[in-house]
């Protein structure tokens, strides 16, 4: 877990359709994800299946919610692949700024 993804979801903000704060529906799925963030790795890697248990949703609402995320420039999506060919899975990449990250001791740890 990264101390700065999980501050930071907590203080995303964006208006949905401007009627109001970020909805808490897609803010559950971000939490889940900075939950999930390694530090040495710089990613967070869990399934929807993963993310769905955790946070009480179906896996096709994770799927909606990770789009929305994506669509808001606040989580990068990677595909990645075995020695093999085959697909892995999403690694998600945080769009976590800098002023958060150098408060996180086992951030700078892994990523100086």
């Known amino acids: 877990m990264s101390i700065s993804a999980r501050n930071w979801a907590w203080d995303v903000r964006w208006k ?6 970020s909805p808490m529906k ?3 799925t971000l939490l889940c ?3 999930h963030e390694n530090p040495e790795y710089g990613c ?3 399934s929807h299946v993963t993310i769905a248990e955790r946070t009480g949703q179906s896996v096709r609402t994770v799927q909606t919610h990770i ?4 669509e808001r420039r606040v989580v990068t999506i990677e595909k990645r692949r075995s020695v093999h060919g085959k697909w892995l899975r999403n690694v998600y990449l945080l769009n976590v700024p800098d002023s958060y990250r150098g ?3 086992e951030w700078m ?4």
Do not use: S
Not at 16 to 21: L, R, V
Not at 109 to 112: A, C, G, K, V, Y
């Open 44 to 46: 967070a890697f869990p």
């Open 16 to 21: 949905d359709k401007g009627d109001g704060p």
């Open 103 to 105: 408060k996180d001791p």
């Open 26 to 28: 897609e803010k559950i």
């Open 109 to 112: 740890r892994w990523n100086e």
């Open 33 to 35: 994800l900075a939950e």
């Open 67 to 70: 789009k929305t995320l994506v």
